[in-house]
Protein backbone atom coordinates (compact mmCIF):
# COMPACT_ATOMS: atom_id res chain seq x y z
CA UNK A 1 0.00 0.00 0.00
CA UNK A 2 2.93 2.35 0.14
CA UNK A 3 2.77 3.01 3.67
CA UNK A 4 6.26 2.23 5.41
CA UNK A 5 6.02 1.15 9.14
CA UNK A 6 6.98 4.55 11.09
CA UNK A 7 3.52 6.15 8.84
CA UNK A 8 1.74 3.15 9.79
CA UNK A 9 2.29 3.65 13.37
CA UNK A 10 1.68 7.37 13.28
CA UNK A 11 -1.58 6.77 11.47
CA UNK A 12 -2.44 4.37 13.97
CA UNK A 13 -1.85 5.97 16.88
CA UNK A 14 -3.62 9.27 15.74
CA UNK A 15 -6.73 7.16 15.10
CA UNK A 16 -6.99 5.69 18.46
CA UNK A 17 -6.53 9.50 20.21
CA UNK A 18 -9.06 10.17 17.93
CA UNK A 19 -11.46 7.18 18.78
CA UNK A 20 -10.50 7.14 22.68
CA UNK A 21 -11.42 10.65 22.60
CA UNK A 22 -15.12 10.82 20.99
CA UNK A 23 -15.23 7.95 23.82
CA UNK A 24 -14.70 9.64 26.34
CA UNK A 25 -16.28 12.61 25.48
CA UNK A 26 -19.71 10.63 25.23
CA UNK A 27 -18.73 9.29 28.55
CA UNK A 28 -18.48 12.36 30.10
CA UNK A 29 -21.46 13.31 28.46
CA UNK A 30 -23.51 10.45 29.69
CA UNK A 31 -22.34 11.72 33.32
CA UNK A 32 -23.43 15.30 33.00
CA UNK A 33 -26.71 14.01 31.86
CA UNK A 34 -27.24 11.63 34.63
CA UNK A 35 -30.27 12.92 36.89
CA UNK A 36 -29.34 12.80 40.76
CA UNK A 37 -31.62 10.98 42.33
CA UNK A 38 -33.77 12.95 44.34
CA UNK A 39 -37.69 13.27 44.52
CA UNK A 40 -39.60 16.07 44.21
CA UNK A 41 -39.57 17.93 47.19
CA UNK A 42 -42.90 17.57 49.14
CA UNK A 43 -41.72 19.79 51.62
CA UNK A 44 -42.24 17.28 54.57
CA UNK A 45 -39.94 15.60 56.82
CA UNK A 46 -41.19 12.92 58.55
CA UNK A 47 -39.84 11.88 62.19
CA UNK A 48 -40.61 10.80 65.65
CA UNK A 49 -40.30 11.44 69.17
CA UNK A 50 -39.60 8.76 71.34
CA UNK A 51 -40.67 9.98 75.06
CA UNK A 52 -38.68 7.47 77.40
CA UNK A 53 -39.95 8.75 80.40
CA UNK A 54 -42.90 6.99 79.84
CA UNK A 55 -41.23 3.98 78.25
CA UNK A 56 -38.59 3.08 80.77
CA UNK A 57 -41.29 2.46 84.01
CA UNK A 58 -42.39 -0.37 82.17
CA UNK A 59 -40.14 -2.76 82.15
CA UNK A 60 -41.21 -6.13 80.30
CA UNK A 61 -43.97 -3.60 77.53
CA UNK A 62 -43.38 -5.24 74.27
CA UNK A 63 -46.44 -3.66 72.69
CA UNK A 64 -44.58 -1.79 69.94
CA UNK A 65 -42.45 -4.28 68.70
CA UNK A 66 -45.02 -7.11 69.02
CA UNK A 67 -47.50 -4.96 66.93
CA UNK A 68 -44.60 -3.80 64.19
CA UNK A 69 -43.30 -7.37 63.50
CA UNK A 70 -47.05 -9.32 63.50
CA UNK A 71 -48.40 -6.75 61.24
CA UNK A 72 -45.53 -6.89 58.75
CA UNK A 73 -44.69 -10.53 59.17
CA UNK A 74 -41.56 -10.49 60.17
CA UNK A 75 -40.09 -14.02 61.41
CA UNK A 76 -38.63 -14.73 64.68
CA UNK A 77 -36.07 -17.09 64.78
CA UNK A 78 -35.15 -18.63 68.34
CA UNK A 79 -31.99 -20.72 68.97
CA UNK A 80 -33.14 -24.36 70.24
CA UNK A 81 -33.23 -23.87 73.63
CA UNK A 82 -35.85 -20.53 73.01
CA UNK A 83 -33.53 -17.76 72.99
CA UNK A 84 -33.62 -15.21 70.24
CA UNK A 85 -31.06 -15.45 67.79
CA UNK A 86 -28.99 -12.94 68.02
CA UNK A 87 -27.18 -13.80 64.75
CA UNK A 88 -29.95 -14.10 62.38
CA UNK A 89 -32.54 -12.37 64.20
CA UNK A 90 -34.66 -9.89 62.20
CA UNK A 91 -35.86 -6.31 64.21
CA UNK A 92 -37.53 -3.23 62.75
CA UNK A 93 -38.02 -2.26 66.63
CA UNK A 94 -35.75 -3.73 69.30
CA UNK A 95 -34.97 -3.13 73.09
CA UNK A 96 -31.38 -1.84 73.16
CA UNK A 97 -29.58 -0.30 76.66
CA UNK A 98 -29.40 2.86 76.79
CA UNK A 99 -25.02 2.76 76.89
CA UNK A 100 -25.53 1.62 73.48
CA UNK A 101 -27.69 4.20 72.11
CA UNK A 102 -25.67 6.99 73.33
CA UNK A 103 -22.57 5.39 73.68
CA UNK A 104 -20.66 8.94 74.38
CA UNK A 105 -21.75 9.86 77.27
CA UNK A 106 -19.32 9.54 81.05
CA UNK A 107 -21.77 7.13 82.41
CA UNK A 108 -20.10 6.87 85.43
CA UNK A 109 -20.66 10.80 86.48
CA UNK A 110 -23.72 11.63 83.74
CA UNK A 111 -26.92 10.84 84.63
CA UNK A 112 -28.55 11.88 82.06
CA UNK A 113 -29.32 8.50 80.29
CA UNK A 114 -29.95 5.46 82.73
CA UNK A 115 -27.24 3.35 80.79
CA UNK A 116 -28.53 -0.38 81.31
CA UNK A 117 -32.40 0.92 81.04
CA UNK A 118 -33.99 -0.79 77.81
CA UNK A 119 -34.47 1.95 75.34
CA UNK A 120 -36.68 1.54 72.27
CA UNK A 121 -34.26 1.75 68.77
CA UNK A 122 -35.14 1.89 65.49
CA UNK A 123 -34.37 2.71 61.74
CA UNK A 124 -33.51 6.69 62.41
CA UNK A 125 -34.86 7.68 58.89
CA UNK A 126 -31.63 9.83 58.66
CA UNK A 127 -31.66 13.21 56.27
CA UNK A 128 -28.73 12.35 55.35
CA UNK A 129 -28.63 8.31 55.47
CA UNK A 130 -25.38 6.50 54.28
CA UNK A 131 -27.60 3.52 53.59
CA UNK A 132 -28.98 5.19 50.72
CA UNK A 133 -25.52 6.27 49.99
CA UNK A 134 -23.63 2.96 49.63
CA UNK A 135 -26.93 1.04 47.78
CA UNK A 136 -25.65 -0.49 44.98
CA UNK A 137 -28.81 -0.93 43.19
CA UNK A 138 -30.59 2.14 45.29
CA UNK A 139 -32.94 -0.53 46.49
CA UNK A 140 -33.25 1.38 49.22
CA UNK A 141 -33.94 4.75 48.70
CA UNK A 142 -34.98 8.31 50.18
CA UNK A 143 -38.50 9.35 49.39
CA UNK A 144 -39.42 13.00 49.22
CA UNK A 145 -41.18 13.07 52.56
CA UNK A 146 -38.04 11.97 54.53
CA UNK A 147 -38.70 8.33 54.49
CA UNK A 148 -35.73 5.84 54.02
CA UNK A 149 -37.52 3.48 52.23
CA UNK A 150 -36.50 -0.53 51.38
CA UNK A 151 -37.71 -1.72 47.51
CA UNK A 152 -37.42 -5.57 47.90
CA UNK A 153 -37.66 -6.49 44.85
CA UNK A 154 -34.11 -4.39 43.78
CA UNK A 155 -32.11 -5.36 47.02
CA UNK A 156 -29.37 -8.45 45.77
CA UNK A 157 -29.05 -9.13 49.37
CA UNK A 158 -25.15 -7.45 49.31
CA UNK A 159 -25.74 -5.83 52.70
CA UNK A 160 -23.22 -2.97 51.91
CA UNK A 161 -26.81 -0.93 53.76
CA UNK A 162 -26.15 -3.26 56.88
CA UNK A 163 -22.41 -2.10 57.14
CA UNK A 164 -23.10 1.63 56.04
CA UNK A 165 -25.67 2.03 59.15
CA UNK A 166 -24.14 3.29 62.08
CA UNK A 167 -27.36 2.10 64.33
CA UNK A 168 -27.45 -1.60 63.82
CA UNK A 169 -31.27 -0.62 62.54
CA UNK A 170 -31.32 -3.34 59.24
CA UNK A 171 -31.68 -6.89 59.35
CA UNK A 172 -30.99 -9.68 56.78
CA UNK A 173 -33.08 -12.67 56.11
CA UNK A 174 -30.64 -15.27 56.48
CA UNK A 175 -33.43 -18.10 55.75
CA UNK A 176 -36.77 -17.83 53.79
CA UNK A 177 -39.15 -16.52 56.18
CA UNK A 178 -41.97 -18.82 54.98
CA UNK A 179 -40.51 -21.70 56.45
CA UNK A 180 -40.73 -20.22 60.12
CA UNK A 181 -43.97 -21.56 61.37
CA UNK A 182 -44.77 -19.71 64.18
CA UNK A 183 -45.09 -17.19 61.33
CA UNK A 184 -46.73 -18.77 59.16
CA UNK A 185 -48.97 -19.26 61.62
CA UNK A 186 -50.17 -16.05 62.17
CA UNK A 187 -49.93 -14.56 58.57
CA UNK A 188 -50.86 -10.78 58.26
CA UNK A 189 -52.91 -11.13 54.81
CA UNK A 190 -52.74 -7.52 53.71
CA UNK A 191 -48.75 -7.62 53.69
CA UNK A 192 -46.21 -9.28 51.65
CA UNK A 193 -43.49 -11.64 53.62
CA UNK A 194 -40.06 -11.66 52.09
CA UNK A 195 -37.81 -14.35 50.87
CA UNK A 196 -34.75 -15.02 51.95
CA UNK A 197 -31.39 -12.42 50.74
CA UNK A 198 -33.29 -9.30 50.98
CA UNK A 199 -32.69 -6.83 53.77
CA UNK A 200 -35.33 -5.36 55.56
CA UNK A 201 -35.73 -2.59 58.26
CA UNK A 202 -38.50 -0.28 59.96
CA UNK A 203 -40.24 1.78 57.12
CA UNK A 204 -42.50 3.88 59.29
CA UNK A 205 -45.36 1.95 57.66
CA UNK A 206 -45.38 3.55 54.55
CA UNK A 207 -48.17 1.31 53.42
CA UNK A 208 -50.47 3.07 56.74
CA UNK A 209 -49.29 6.57 55.94
CA UNK A 210 -50.58 5.79 52.19
CA UNK A 211 -54.15 5.17 53.66
CA UNK A 212 -54.12 8.42 56.14
CA UNK A 213 -53.09 6.50 59.29
CA UNK A 214 -50.34 6.47 61.56
CA UNK A 215 -47.79 4.08 62.13
CA UNK A 216 -48.76 0.63 64.16
CA UNK A 217 -45.70 1.22 66.70
CA UNK A 218 -47.71 5.06 67.90
CA UNK A 219 -50.25 3.15 68.02
CA UNK A 220 -49.62 0.37 69.95
CA UNK A 221 -47.99 2.06 72.02
CA UNK A 222 -50.08 2.43 75.67
CA UNK A 223 -48.14 5.34 77.11
CA UNK A 224 -48.61 7.22 74.17
CA UNK A 225 -44.86 7.83 74.34
CA UNK A 226 -44.50 7.68 70.39
CA UNK A 227 -45.17 11.03 68.98
CA UNK A 228 -45.36 10.93 65.16
CA UNK A 229 -45.35 13.60 62.41
CA UNK A 230 -44.21 16.05 60.32
CA UNK A 231 -40.96 17.72 61.41
CA UNK A 232 -41.53 20.63 58.57
CA UNK A 233 -44.77 21.40 59.37
CA UNK A 234 -44.56 23.97 62.32
CA UNK A 235 -47.62 23.37 63.81
CA UNK A 236 -47.28 19.70 63.98
CA UNK A 237 -47.84 18.15 67.24
CA UNK A 238 -44.00 16.72 66.97
CA UNK A 239 -42.41 20.37 66.67
CA UNK A 240 -44.96 20.97 69.86
CA UNK A 241 -42.91 18.24 71.50
CA UNK A 242 -39.83 19.12 70.37
CA UNK A 243 -40.30 23.04 71.51
CA UNK A 244 -41.45 22.04 74.90
CA UNK A 245 -38.51 19.09 75.92
CA UNK A 246 -35.13 18.57 75.60
CA UNK A 247 -34.07 16.00 73.45
CA UNK A 248 -31.34 13.57 72.13
CA UNK A 249 -30.63 12.27 68.67
CA UNK A 250 -28.16 9.01 68.45
CA UNK A 251 -24.63 9.62 67.07
CA UNK A 252 -25.26 13.74 65.90
CA UNK A 253 -21.44 13.57 65.04
CA UNK A 254 -21.57 11.19 62.30
CA UNK A 255 -23.35 13.88 60.43
CA UNK A 256 -26.55 11.78 59.79
CA UNK A 257 -29.15 13.85 60.44
CA UNK A 258 -31.32 11.10 62.17
CA UNK A 259 -35.11 11.85 62.25
CA UNK A 260 -36.15 10.06 65.71
CA UNK A 261 -35.24 12.16 68.77
CA UNK A 262 -35.44 10.78 72.11
CA UNK A 263 -36.51 12.30 75.40
CA UNK A 264 -34.63 11.47 78.61
CA UNK B 1 -14.45 -42.72 -3.87
CA UNK B 2 -12.66 -40.75 -0.95
CA UNK B 3 -14.99 -37.95 -1.84
CA UNK B 4 -17.93 -39.68 -1.64
CA UNK B 5 -17.38 -41.25 1.73
CA UNK B 6 -16.83 -37.64 2.91
CA UNK B 7 -20.11 -36.37 1.78
CA UNK B 8 -22.05 -39.43 2.93
CA UNK B 9 -20.78 -39.20 6.11
CA UNK B 10 -21.53 -35.32 5.93
CA UNK B 11 -25.20 -36.39 5.14
CA UNK B 12 -25.76 -38.48 8.04
CA UNK B 13 -24.30 -35.73 10.62
CA UNK B 14 -26.34 -33.17 9.00
CA UNK B 15 -29.55 -35.08 9.69
CA UNK B 16 -28.10 -36.41 13.21
CA UNK B 17 -27.61 -33.04 13.73
CA UNK B 18 -30.76 -31.11 13.30
CA UNK B 19 -32.69 -34.03 14.13
CA UNK B 20 -34.46 -31.82 16.87
CA UNK B 21 -36.11 -29.92 14.04
CA UNK B 22 -37.35 -32.43 11.77
CA UNK B 23 -38.07 -35.63 14.51
CA UNK B 24 -41.56 -33.98 15.61
CA UNK B 25 -42.50 -32.76 12.32
CA UNK B 26 -46.37 -33.39 11.89
CA UNK B 27 -46.48 -35.11 15.35
CA UNK B 28 -47.33 -32.64 17.81
CA UNK B 29 -49.46 -29.59 16.54
CA UNK B 30 -48.82 -25.41 18.14
CA UNK B 31 -52.18 -25.99 19.26
CA UNK B 32 -51.49 -29.08 22.09
CA UNK B 33 -48.32 -26.90 23.32
CA UNK B 34 -50.71 -23.93 24.40
CA UNK B 35 -51.82 -24.33 27.96
CA UNK B 36 -55.07 -24.45 29.40
CA UNK B 37 -55.46 -21.75 31.70
CA UNK B 38 -58.54 -21.30 34.31
CA UNK B 39 -60.59 -18.76 33.69
CA UNK B 40 -60.82 -15.38 35.73
CA UNK B 41 -63.65 -15.28 37.93
CA UNK B 42 -64.01 -11.66 37.25
CA UNK B 43 -66.13 -9.57 34.36
CA UNK B 44 -63.38 -7.52 32.56
CA UNK B 45 -59.39 -7.32 33.07
CA UNK B 46 -57.62 -4.10 33.24
CA UNK B 47 -56.49 -4.13 29.83
CA UNK B 48 -57.88 -6.07 26.87
CA UNK B 49 -56.42 -9.78 26.05
CA UNK B 50 -53.77 -9.53 23.36
CA UNK B 51 -52.14 -6.05 25.11
CA UNK B 52 -52.15 -8.15 28.38
CA UNK B 53 -50.61 -11.23 26.71
CA UNK B 54 -47.70 -9.20 25.43
CA UNK B 55 -47.18 -6.57 28.22
CA UNK B 56 -48.39 -7.88 31.58
CA UNK B 57 -44.92 -8.08 33.29
CA UNK B 58 -44.65 -4.40 31.99
CA UNK B 59 -47.27 -2.95 33.41
CA UNK B 60 -46.83 -5.01 36.87
CA UNK B 61 -43.45 -3.72 36.89
CA UNK B 62 -44.54 0.10 35.94
CA UNK B 63 -47.52 -0.34 38.86
CA UNK B 64 -44.51 -1.98 40.99
CA UNK B 65 -42.56 0.86 40.26
CA UNK B 66 -45.16 3.44 40.75
CA UNK B 67 -46.21 2.72 44.18
CA UNK B 68 -43.55 1.15 45.66
CA UNK B 69 -40.91 3.85 44.43
CA UNK B 70 -43.50 6.47 44.09
CA UNK B 71 -42.69 7.36 40.25
CA UNK B 72 -46.69 7.68 39.52
CA UNK B 73 -50.02 7.59 41.49
CA UNK B 74 -51.29 5.03 43.13
CA UNK B 75 -54.13 4.28 41.37
CA UNK B 76 -55.18 3.31 37.24
CA UNK B 77 -57.40 4.28 35.24
CA UNK B 78 -57.84 1.15 32.36
CA UNK B 79 -57.83 2.04 28.79
CA UNK B 80 -60.21 -0.35 28.22
CA UNK B 81 -63.34 0.25 30.88
CA UNK B 82 -62.54 3.38 32.02
CA UNK B 83 -62.75 1.47 35.94
CA UNK B 84 -59.73 3.00 38.30
CA UNK B 85 -57.92 -0.07 39.93
CA UNK B 86 -56.02 0.43 42.38
CA UNK B 87 -52.18 -1.02 41.49
CA UNK B 88 -51.53 -3.79 42.91
CA UNK B 89 -50.67 -7.57 42.02
CA UNK B 90 -52.27 -8.84 45.40
CA UNK B 91 -55.22 -6.36 45.55
CA UNK B 92 -56.54 -6.28 42.29
CA UNK B 93 -55.37 -8.84 39.91
CA UNK B 94 -54.96 -12.00 42.19
CA UNK B 95 -58.02 -11.04 44.71
CA UNK B 96 -59.90 -9.96 42.39
CA UNK B 97 -59.66 -12.21 38.86
CA UNK B 98 -57.20 -14.85 38.93
CA UNK B 99 -57.31 -16.09 41.96
CA UNK B 100 -55.20 -18.83 41.72
CA UNK B 101 -51.59 -17.90 40.30
CA UNK B 102 -50.92 -21.56 39.93
CA UNK B 103 -53.74 -22.17 37.74
CA UNK B 104 -53.69 -18.93 35.90
CA UNK B 105 -49.95 -17.41 35.53
CA UNK B 106 -48.03 -20.41 36.20
CA UNK B 107 -49.52 -22.77 33.02
CA UNK B 108 -48.19 -20.15 30.65
CA UNK B 109 -44.79 -19.21 33.11
CA UNK B 110 -44.03 -23.15 33.63
CA UNK B 111 -44.81 -24.02 29.67
CA UNK B 112 -42.71 -20.73 28.31
CA UNK B 113 -39.95 -21.48 31.29
CA UNK B 114 -40.12 -17.91 31.96
CA UNK B 115 -39.67 -18.48 36.21
CA UNK B 116 -41.88 -15.85 38.08
CA UNK B 117 -41.54 -15.29 41.66
CA UNK B 118 -44.08 -12.73 42.45
CA UNK B 119 -45.65 -15.40 45.31
CA UNK B 120 -42.19 -15.58 46.89
CA UNK B 121 -43.45 -12.27 48.70
CA UNK B 122 -46.87 -11.77 47.45
CA UNK B 123 -49.45 -13.70 49.40
CA UNK B 124 -52.09 -15.52 46.82
CA UNK B 125 -55.85 -15.22 47.70
CA UNK B 126 -55.63 -18.83 49.60
CA UNK B 127 -53.02 -17.57 51.67
CA UNK B 128 -54.51 -14.72 53.22
CA UNK B 129 -57.94 -16.21 53.99
CA UNK B 130 -54.70 -18.66 55.61
CA UNK B 131 -56.48 -21.50 54.38
CA UNK B 132 -53.14 -22.82 53.08
CA UNK B 133 -49.58 -22.63 54.36
CA UNK B 134 -47.94 -22.93 51.18
CA UNK B 135 -45.99 -21.23 48.62
CA UNK B 136 -48.51 -20.31 46.72
CA UNK B 137 -48.81 -22.92 44.49
CA UNK B 138 -52.39 -24.03 44.49
Known amino acids: MGLNRKEFLKFAGAATLFGLGGATSSIFAELEETPPITGKKTGKRLGMVVDMRKCIEKKNCTKCIEACHSNHNVPEWRTPDGKPDRKVEIKWIWKEPGKHLFPDRNYKYDSTVKPDADFMALCNHCDNPPCVRVCPTQATFKRPDGIVMMDFHRCIGCRFCMAGCPYGSRSFNFFDPRTNKKLMGNLNPNFPTRTRGVVEKCNFCAERLRVGKGPHCVEACEEKALTFGDLNDENSPIRQVLRENRTLRRKPELGTEPSVFYIV | MGKIKILIVLILFLALATTPFWVNMGSIGKKDLIPVVEKPKGKQCVEEKMYMRKNHMNLLHRWRDDVVRGEGPVKYKS ?46 PKQRQKKEISYGLE
Open chain 2, 79 to 124: HLSGKVFEKSLSNTCLEKCHTSFDKFCNRCHQTANVQSYCTDCHLT
